[in-house]
């Protein structure tokens, strides 16, 4: 386990897998473009995460990409549970619209969002890391949560995965790191398709962190 850690879709790039944000701009403008990139993500969770106080604590987004030309701005959201957001699903989607294009006070471009479902959502990082965020602030413990979520992505086929958690964690006066592997998860592997997270939870006691690592195909 010791050794230095590269992000695994970083890593991959160009070979088996891609970026979630595809655009071209000038080095100039390349800041700006990034900003903006932040900004459409973070309004989408936090208008995601308003919205969802109602059901379940998890969001369920699994990612979200953007793709950007002259004149528009497409982003797709791949969510585990679309329920959450389509229940009313034509006025939901135009008013995430108009909160994103406040975000962004773009003019002359048009912004249009498209939500796509996953089919297994507990095969996507993400979805599990709020997974188990959900358990960590209802005070489950630590070990309890990783198995549940280990046993979750089984049930969505995948062939491996690894979950960490490194914090205070149950609350301890020393932080500690604790990980737990199933299955294969070939870190070095370039053609192994990895899907990879990393994701803060506030607890009572301070902050944790999560990172998994999940082994496709």
């Known amino acids: 386990m010791?050794?230095?850690k590269i992000n695994p879709l970083g890593f991959r790039l160009g070979t088996t897998q891609s970026h979630h944000s595809l655009w071209f701009a000038q080095p100039k403008n390349y800041s700006e473009g990034l900003q903006e990139d932040q900004k459409i993500r973070d309004s989408i969770k936090n208008y995601v995460q308003k919205n969802?106080?109602?059901?379940?604590?998890?969001?369920?987004?699994?990612r979200i990409e953007i793709q950007k030309r002259i004149d528009l701005i497409q982003v797709i959201i791949y969510i585990g549970f679309p329920k959450l957001l389509i229940e009313n699903k034509p006025r939901r989607i135009e008013e995430l619209q108009m909160n994103v294009q406040k975000e962004l006070n773009c003019v002359n471009r048009k912004l249009n969002i498209a939500i796509t479902r996953i089919a297994n959502p507990y095969g996507h990082p993400n979805i599990l890391a709020e997974f188990i965020a959900g358990q960590l602030k209802n005070r489950v413990s630590f070990r309890k949560a990783m198995k549940k979520a280990i046993e979750l992505t089984e049930q969505a086929?995948?062939?491996?995965?690894?979950?960490?958690?490194?914090?205070?964690?149950?609350?301890?006066?020393i932080a500690r790191v604790e990980w737990i592997r199933e299955g294969r998860v070939p870190l070095q592997t370039i053609e192994a398709k990895i899907d990879y997270c990393c994701y803060t939870v506030r607890t009572i006691y301070g902050v944790l962190g999560i990172k998994i690592w999940i082994f496709k195909e």
């Open 2 to 4: 010791m050794g230095q």
């Open 157 to 173: 086929d995948t062939k491996g995965i690894q979950v960490q958690i490194a914090g205070r964690i149950d609350g301890k006066e």
């Open 52 to 62: 969802m106080r109602i059901s379940s604590g998890a969001e369920g987004i699994a």
